[in-house]
């Protein structure tokens, strides 16, 4: 005997906005001024912590797997500037060498568009620790880093 099955259907929700895919003027990003940037494994690793950062600012994923940082870098600089942000807050996991990445581009754009207020934030074994620009900046120094472990 024949079972007549239905054709699957596979439909692609995405839970989440990619920062490279958003208008950089958006009309959502223009209400709020505020923007979360969170590295996309953020989302399926900790989303209970994303939750909480999401309240008032817009979440905007990005992967710098995905996408190189300059693309990235283009793009936030430029909704900075032409929608005047208040607040730029990133979100990643610590110890991913991508993300490290993501915050030192926000800190170039810091650089090319200052007044924005920002803030950086990693996940470290489920804790959210706040990370100042000054320790962002050097860790793009591993002189300076070596010098830091050498003389503890």
């Known amino acids: 005997m024949y079972l007549r099955r239905k054709p699957l259907r596979v ?3 995405f839970e989440f906005r990619r920062l490279i895919d958003t208008n950089a003027c958006s009309r959502v990003i223009r209400g709020k001024r505020k923007i979360l940037i969170y590295g996309t494994c953020v989302k399926d690793e900790h ?14 994923a990005v992967c710098l797997e995905w ?3 300059n693309m990235v ?7 900075m500037k032409s ?3 208040e607040e730029v807050t990133v979100l990643t ?3 991913s060498p991508h993300c490290v990445q993501l915050h ?6 810091r650089k090319l568009i200052p007044g924005t207020r920002i803030n950086h934030y990693v996940i470290h074994k489920g804790e959210v620790i706040e990370i100042s620009d000054k320790a962002v900046k ?8 070596e010098k830091l472990i050498r003389t503890r």
């Open 73 to 79: 870098g283009f793009k936030l600089a430029t909704m």
């Open 47 to 60: 989303p209970e912590v994303l939750k909480k950062f999401i309240e008032d600012r817009v979440p905007l």
């Open 83 to 85: 929608c005047m942000l």
């Open 11 to 13: 439909i692609v929700i």
């Open 67 to 69: 996408e190189h940082m």
């Open 93 to 95: 996991v610590d110890g």
């Open 104 to 109: 030192m581009m926000v800190e170039e754009c």
């Open 138 to 145: 050097t860790a793009r120094y591993l002189s300076k880093v």
